[in-house]
Structures are given as structure tokens and as C-alpha cells.
């Protein structure tokens, strides 16, 4: 019997690569976007995550066909940039919602079915921006590392019911997530030209980073894992950086982070 799996944000980037991998390993694939992209063997949901009554629906249309629903991703996610002082509040506001509350809601979604089926693996896309804030992406890096905790938090609620939870961490992934990214240069003078200088050291590590099918293999092989710890990073250098992060004193650390991105 083929597992059933739902993958959020599944239309472009690492979604659309994990939902790809998931697919190729036999597992009949959900995708949840606004916007359809066809690709062979994935069924594509318009759904938008910061709607609750999209999401419910379309989780319990798949639950009626299919009689189970034992994979979850959480891959919808989107960026913004800019200093705290000059982000408008909706703004973060709107990258919170989309985020992490898409994610809360989409899992909220599947527990009860996983809980009544005694199983299921709900793997939850972070960033190594998570455990590293970045400087001018702040709200997006405050995203991640609120993914992270909720993660942790679940991963222990739900252990009694056969249900696994994790975070996957990527680092800089070359995909149209950089282009998507919504970006904000004002107060740029009053700043010193940090704020445009800070993102141009992000986009050039993104366009250098890791293909988005790398990262989506990943995924896929972590979804179908027999067993998960809560927190993965992808690649070595990215294992390497969260450990130290852990290791070194917080002042250290972010004194560190503020040459690379903060001038």
C-alpha cells in the first residue's frame, strides 16, 4: 500500500523538489499551492496555508479518498528583508503568518488523523537561519527559529500516539526563492548602506548554494525514515555552523554573524 503524503509549497523550490523525490520513492503525492505547476504523478490542491478553511478542507478531501494521510511537509515559506526600525508591521506580520502559522495550521490539520491512525511523520522546513539570525532578515529568521521550538515542543505531545515530528534546516539554496524574496531598502541611508550591502552577502551565498533537488532528496529521505531526531541541518557545513552557534558564547557568536552581514 502506497503511503499518502501532503507537501505545502510544493510548486516551486525545495517543495516542488521534495514532493518530486517523494513521488520517485512510490509514495502518492498531495501538493498544496495557490498556483499549479504540473508535474507527473503529484496532485496538485490549491490551497492557500494562511487560510484555516482551505487547509481543512483540502486535508479532509484527501482523508476521504484515501482513508489515511501518513506524511506531512511543511515547505510553504516565503522571504522578506529590511532593518526592524523600517519593516512595516503587516509586512512581518504577513511573514509570520505565511511561515510559521501556515505550518501550525496544516499540521493542525493532519493530527487528529495521525492520532487516530496511531502514525505518521510531519517533517516541518526551517532554516539555518533559525539557530543564526541574520541581520536585515530578522522577521524571517524569527520565523524559523519559532519553527524549530514548535517542533520540539510537538515532537514530545505526540510521541504517544505513533506520531513523528522533525525540523529540516537547510542552508543557501540556489532556487527562485531569493528572486521571490521582498525586499526593502529604506532607511538605507540613515544606515550606512548596510541594509542593501547585507542582502547583496545573503542573494550571493543563495545563488552559490545547494540545488534545490539536493535538498529535496533530503527531505523525501527523512519523511520516510523509521525513526527522526528533532532537528536536521542539510550538508556538512551547515551541521558544522549550528553546532558551533551551540558551542561558542552567545556574544561571540552574534559578534560573528554582525562582520558577515551587519558591516
Same mark, same amino acid.
Given at each position: 500500500?502506497?503511503?499518502?503524503?501532503?507537501? #505545502?509549497?510544493?510548486?516551486?523550490?525545495? &517543495?516542488?523538489?521534495?514532493?518530486?523525490?517523494?513521488?520517485?520513492?512510490?509514495?502518492?503525492?498531495?501538493?498544496?499551492?495557490?498556483?499549479?505547476?504540473?508535474?507527473?504523478?503529484?496532485?496538485?490542491? #490549491?490551497?492557500?496555508?494562511?487560510?484555516?478553511?482551505?487547509?481543512?478542507?483540502?486535508?479532509?478531501?484527501? !482523508?476521504?479518498?484515501? /482513508?489515511?494521510?501518513?506524511?506531512?511537509?511543511?515547505?510553504?515559506?516565503?522571504?522578506?528583508?529590511?532593518?526592524?526600525?523600517?519593516?512595516?508591521?503587516?509586512?512581518?506580520?504577513? *511573514?509570520?503568518?505565511?511561515?510559521?502559522?501556515?505550518?501550525?495550521?496544516? %499540521?493542525?490539520?493532519?493530527?487528529?488523523?495521525?492520532?487516530? *491512525?496511531?502514525?505518521?511523520?510531519?517533517?516541518?522546513?526551517?532554516?539555518?537561519?533559525?539557530?543564526?539570525?541574520?541581520?536585515?532578515?530578522?522577521?524571517?529568521?524569527?520565523?524559523?527559529?519559532?519553527?524549530?521550538? @514548535? +517542533?520540539?515542543?510537538?515532537?514530545?505531545? +505526540?510521541?504517544? =500516539? /505513533?506520531?513523528?515530528?522533525?525540523? +529540516? *534546516? $537547510?542552508?543557501?539554496?540556489?532556487?527562485? =526563492? %531569493?528572486?521571490?524574496?521582498?525586499?526593502?531598502?529604506?532607511?538605507?541611508?540613515? @544606515?550606512?548602506?548596510?541594509?542593501?550591502? &547585507?542582502?547583496?552577502?545573503?542573494?550571493?551565498?543563495?545563488?552559490? &548554494?545547494?540545488?534545490?533537488? %539536493?535538498?529535496?532528496? @533530503?527531505?523525501?529521505?527523512?519523511?520516510?525514515?523509521?525513526?527522526?531526531? $528533532?532537528? !536536521?541541518?542539510?550538508?556538512?557545513?551547515?551541521?558544522?555552523?549550528?553546532?558551533?552557534?551551540?558551542?561558542? $558564547?552567545?556574544?561571540?557568536?552574534?559578534?560573528?554573524?554582525?562582520?558577515?552581514?551587519?558591516?
Amino acid at each position: 500500500m502506497k503511503k499518502i503524503a501532503i507537501v #505545502t509549497g510544493g510548486s516551486s523550490g525545495i &517543495g516542488r523538489a521534495a514532493a518530486e523525490s517523494l513521488t520517485a520513492s512510490g509514495v502518492k503525492v498531495y501538493e498544496f499551492s495557490r498556483r499549479e505547476r504540473i508535474s507527473e504523478g503529484i496532485i496538485h490542491k #490549491t490551497v492557500d496555508v494562511t487560510d484555516e478553511e482551505s487547509v481543512n478542507g483540502a486535508v479532509q478531501e484527501i !482523508y476521504m479518498s484515501e /482513508g489515511r494521510i501518513d506524511i506531512l511537509v511543511n515547505c510553504a515559506g516565503f522571504g522578506i528583508s529590511g532593518a526592524i526600525e523600517f519593516t512595516e508591521l503587516k509586512d512581518a506580520k504577513r *511573514q509570520l503568518d505565511v511561515n510559521f502559522f501556515g505550518t501550525v495550521s496544516c %499540521t493542525k490539520a493532519v493530527l487528529g488523523i495521525m492520532r487516530k *491512525q496511531k502514525s505518521g511523520r510531519i517533517v516541518c522546513i526551517s532554516s539555518v537561519a533559525g539557530p543564526i539570525p541574520i541581520p536585515f532578515q530578522a522577521f524571517y529568521s524569527a520565523s524559523k527559529a519559532a519553527i524549530n521550538s @514548535y +517542533v520540539m515542543a510537538l515532537a514530545n505531545e +505526540v510521541k504517544p =500516539f /505513533g506520531i513523528s515530528v522533525c525540523s +529540516v *534546516q $537547510p542552508g543557501d539554496i540556489a532556487s527562485s =526563492f %531569493t528572486e521571490a524574496r521582498a525586499k526593502s531598502i529604506a532607511g538605507d541611508s540613515e @544606515y550606512g548602506g548596510r541594509i542593501s550591502a &547585507g542582502v547583496s552577502v545573503m542573494e550571493k551565498d543563495e545563488r552559490g &548554494g545547494m540545488k534545490p533537488e %539536493t535538498a529535496g532528496s @533530503y527531505i523525501a529521505l527523512v519523511a520516510l525514515r523509521k525513526k527522526v531526531k $528533532p532537528l !536536521y541541518a542539510i550538508g556538512f557545513k551547515y551541521k558544522l555552523f549550528c553546532v558551533i552557534m551551540k558551542l561558542l $558564547p552567545c556574544r561571540l557568536s552574534n559578534w560573528m554573524i554582525g562582520l558577515i552581514y551587519a558591516g
